[in-house]
């Protein structure tokens, strides 16, 4: 009985999907992205409505396995970008130069996410010191970006936004800061690196000049934001940047090879000339030149007095592993405060369960994720700010005291308030890589412009936009982020690492905007508490809460399961959607014994690269 019950529901189901797959007359067009975007295509793919294949064992619904080498690894968004970093390790480059080149051509390939106009910060596992080191490369803002030269364009703190950008334009001059993806690239090599950044820019210039198909995701966030006028911002787009990035005035289509002879040219100019061609010598004019045209005010010293800086991570265990992350002005250490929370207060949320005991398909396990997220992420709104202008008392705010005091102001069963009413935009657009050497070598990086194009504006004959980075300043007076020159912003530039005492376990690493330490987290916690592999941590569902509005976006295979559930307890649901959950990548070493007396360490290195992204995870 039951398989003939099978067989006539197969039958029926046969003739649903031939009817809902039908495009009588109609020619289907080739390699569809299933958006309505290839050129031509104006009717939809048939194999748009195909049911997705299984994996033949393990979890179903597992994108791809964890790739595994032993000499090197690179994982990132975008495949060029990771095989360029791979050919610098098989050529005798250590982990730092195989970083710095695939963060060059991601600059190339993926040119809405990072650029030279960008933000820097990585993490380093040094092999021979047994140590971490931090580097923050990001922005300062300009002389004459104050509060008071805010106002007299017409910008005032927004009372319905009491977290970070309040006030602050989004878009054009106003929130550009002082790039220092450059500086970054330069100080990593001449501190820990083998190659010169000349080689290291060899092969994004060679991109940059020949050209390169543009991929998949890449070509749906290829999208020039409005950056024009200067005083109520933001109405057009720069001419500039349409005639840089639209070549015949649109934004290119997967596939497409699309060619930025004007990078190239700058990329070539500091392969020459090194940094101070960047700082100092003709791309800071030009880029002075173009803030002056649209009413800016950074100068030609503050390019010039640009450096970044070495800083010490911040960090806490979890799971008997230590955690570091990136601290202040850096919004990542919210992510070690969120699982402090989880483990100090679980047994009160939830008395006698786990996180694992709970599993992810029960709506407590999110409520509570959700709500650990709002806790830690009152405290970064509260306290983020650039520590060389305000004290950021970290080291509490990390305390596993701390985090058990907070456990109180959650209610396992409600949803709660995150302060007064408000709107924001937590959105940010960013690139991740991580990269690992045979000589055990491991670097996080994050780099970015911000927004997508950041700011919108192109350097004219250069081909590379300024990032918007200080958007993210604050016009409140009373607020430690409100902005003055020379002061970094609030940033929300996440990179992570976990060790075993003096041992790597793994780089840790997930892009976009508010977006990062709560996915951070997510992701140790797939990890320590359910026992994902790399791979499973990035393709299970994700949330994002943003803070200010007190909204929760759940991916829709998530929202399906328990969407309704969690509404029920007063969650705020918009629209499912997984744009904004932002792309994962991360390595993790597993050390054996040497395969010979008296030789190193056998290390087999494990990779998982986000499949919302077009990257991958490559090693030798």
Request: proline share 8%; with cysteine; aromatic share 8%.
């Amino acid at each position: 009985m039951k398989r003939t019950t099978w067989a006539l529901a197969a039958v029926v189901g046969a003739i649903g999907l031939g009817a809902v797959g039908s495009r009588a007359g109609a020619e289907p067009p080739l390699l569809s992205t299933c958006e309505g975007k290839a050129p031509g295509e104006t009717n939809r793919a048939a194999a748009c409505d195909a049911i997705r294949g299984d994996r033949a064992g393990g979890w179903l619904a597992q994108s791809r396995a964890e790739v595994m080498g032993m000499h090197g690894m690179v994982t990132t968004s975008q495949p060029l970008a990771a095989q360029a970093g791979l050919q610098v390790l098989k050529s005798g480059g250590n982990a730092v130069d195989a970083a710095v080149a695939t963060a060059a051509v991601l600059s190339v390939v993926e040119p809405m996410n990072v650029g030279v106009g960008g933000d820097l910060f990585a993490i380093v596992y040094v092999a021979k010191a047994h140590k971490l080191y931090a580097l923050n490369a990001s922005g300062m803002a300009p002389s004459g970006a104050t509060p008071e030269h805010f106002a007299s364009l017409g910008y005032h703190a927004d009372p319905k936004n009491w977290g970070s950008g309040s006030g602050m334009p989004q878009g054009g001059i106003l929130p550009v800061t002082v790039p220092g993806s450059v500086w970054g690239w330069d100080a990593m090599l001449k501190r820990f690196g083998t190659k010169s950044l000349k080689e290291m820019l060899a092969p994004a210039a060679a991109y940059a000049e020949e050209g390169f198909p543009v991929s998949e995701r890449i070509a749906d966030d290829w999208r020039l934001p409005r950056a024009l006028p200067t005083v109520g911002c933001c109405k057009t787009q720069d001419p500039d940047s349409v005639a840089v990035w639209y070549p015949g005035g649109k934004p290119p289509q997967p596939g497409q090879v699309f060619r930025n002879p004007d990078l190239a040219k700058t990329l070539r100019l500091i392969q020459a000339k090194g940094i101070d061609a960047f700082y100092k010598g003709e791309i800071a004019q030009a880029i002075v030149a173009k803030s002056n045209a649209v009413g800016g005010t950074m100068t030609l010293g503050d390019l010039a007095a640009y450096k970044g800086e070495w800083v010490e991570p911040v960090h806490t265990t979890y799971h008997g592993h230590e955690v570091y992350e990136l601290p202040p002005p850096s919004q990542d250490w919210a992510a070690l405060e969120m699982v402090n929370v989880l483990e100090q207060c679980m047994p009160t949320w939830a008395p006698g369960q786990t996180l694992a005991s709970l599993g992810p398909r029960n709506p407590l396990y999110w409520h509570l994720m959700v709500e650990a997220k709002k806790l830690a992420y009152a405290d970064l709104i509260a306290f983020n700010a650039d520590p060389d202008f305000v004290k950021v008392p970290i080291e509490r705010l990390l305390s596993k005291a701390h985090a058990k005091a907070l456990c109180g102001k959650v209610d396992p069963r409600r949803a709660s308030s995150t302060g007064p009413a408000g709107e924001a935009d937590g959105a940010g657009d960013t690139i991740v890589l991580s990269t690992a050497d045979a000589e055990g070598n491991m670097v996080a990086w994050v780099n970015s412009n911000f927004s997508g194009f950041g700011s919108g504006l192109t350097v004219p004959g250069y081909g590379f936009v300024l990032h918007n980075r200080g958007g993210l300043f604050s016009l409140d007076p009373k607020s430690p982020n409100v902005i003055a020159p020379h002061k970094r912003p609030y940033n929300t530039l996440a990179a992570g690492f976990v060790m075993d005492g003096d041992q790597p376990l793994m780089t840790l690493l997930l892009m976009g905007g508010d977006m990062q330490a709560q996915g951070h987290a997510q992701a140790l916690v797939n990890i320590f508490d359910l026992g994902a592999n790399l791979q499973m941590a990035t393709d299970m569902a994700r949330f994002r809460h943003t803070q200010v509005p007190n909204t929760l976006t759940l991916e829709p295979s998530l929202f399906d399961v328990v969407g309704a559930r969690l509404a029920a307890m007063g969650h705020r649901l918009t629209p499912p959607s997984s744009s904004g959950v932002g792309g994962f990548q991360a390595i993790l070493v597993r050390q054996g014994p040497p395969a010979k007396p008296g030789g190193p360490p056998t290390r087999v290195y494990r990779a998982g690269s986000d499949h919302r992204k077009d990257g991958q995870a490559v090693a030798w």
